[in-house]
């Protein structure tokens, strides 16, 4: 069983991971190569897994109905994590090879479903616990957001390997078409991943599994989070010349940025981390 101690260091450790997950990824473009950079990668994620294990995974293993839920939903959120590790050592999918994207695909349709997942075993546990409006209006969102995740990196992943077999980086009409069709699932895919974060991150306030100031911040950045998806949606459907990817006007740059398909998950997966530490100390507040 983890000590107090352990489980600190490790809640800390997990809390650091997105940062530590830009640092990795910020060596390729500083010019460090691969054979240093992936070894650094992997390293982070075993890290991270470790730390989940000690501060509340290990509970999976437990009796309580409950704390089996909040660890499960946990470590489903913090594998999500770790697969943002590879996501962000891979770099952009323009940038990467047809090979990189290939394996980019299949890791952000697992990491969907993961995340889908863990937010049903959340909505469980809240429900459990006496918190069933909030947990209720996130389980709708994700019921729909998780099938246009799921599409649309199915739809990429048919894109990258079409085009791996063509030899080509230039799409056919056929491909282009497929293209635009699984943006259009990812804009509301993202709008509703984060409008289901707000309403969880609600639920887990009204129960005191965050404190009320986490809670608050929470839902205010999720909902201007899918403000800014909105408005980016709003340029993109606004005339037929407006492109899907991309953007026109710098009022649309924070919707681009916020639409990079594993951007959603980030807060969820902090969640992750506050339902670790519940499952394995109990701890009432974060």
């Known amino acids: 069983m983890s000590t107090p101690s352990t489980i600190r260091r490790s809640f800390g450790f997990l809390c650091l991971s997105p940062l530590l997950i830009a640092l990795v990824a910020g060596l390729g473009p500083l010019g460090v190569s691969g054979g240093i950079q992936w070894p650094l990668a992997g390293i982070l994620m075993v890290a991270m897994l470790l730390a989940a ?63 889908a997942g863990a937010l049903i075993l959340l909505r469980e546990a809240l429900v459990a616990d006496g918190e069933g409006f909030h947990s209720t209006l996130g389980f709708a969102a994700v019921l729909i957001a998780a099938p246009l995740y799921v599409a649309f990196h199915a739809m990429q992943l048919v894109e ?30 993202a709008t509703l991943t984060y409008l289901a974060t707000a309403a969880f991150a ?28 909105g408005i980016r949606i709003v340029e993109a459907f606004s005339s037929a010349q407006s492109p899907l990817w991309g953007f026109d006007h710098w009022s649309s740059l924070p919707g681009f940025v916020l639409l990079i398909p594993a951007v959603p998950w ?21």
């Open 202 to 229: 609600a639920a887990m306030g009204k129960l005191r599994w965050l404190g009320s100031t986490t809670s608050r911040v929470y839902v205010t950045i999720s909902l201007l989070a899918a403000l800014c998806v």
């Open 53 to 115: 294990w000690f501060l509340g995974a290990r509970e999976i293993c437990g009796v309580d109905p409950q704390r089996r839920r909040l660890a499960a939903a946990g470590l489903l959120l913090v594998l999500a994590l770790t697969g943002i590790t590879v996501f962000a050592v891979l770099g952009p999918p323009q940038e990467a090879s047809l090979g990189d994207n290939q394996l980019r695909y299949p890791l952000l349709l697992i990491n969907s479903i993961a995340v």
């Open 160 to 189: 990258y390997r079409s085009l791996a077999r063509l030899g080509s980086e230039t799409m056919t009409p056929e491909i282009a078409l497929m293209d635009q069709l699984s943006l259009i699932l990812l804009f509301f895919g």
């Open 266 to 286: 980030l807060m969820p997966c902090l969640l992750g981390i506050v339902l670790l530490r519940r499952a394995g100390a109990g701890a009432p507040q974060a």
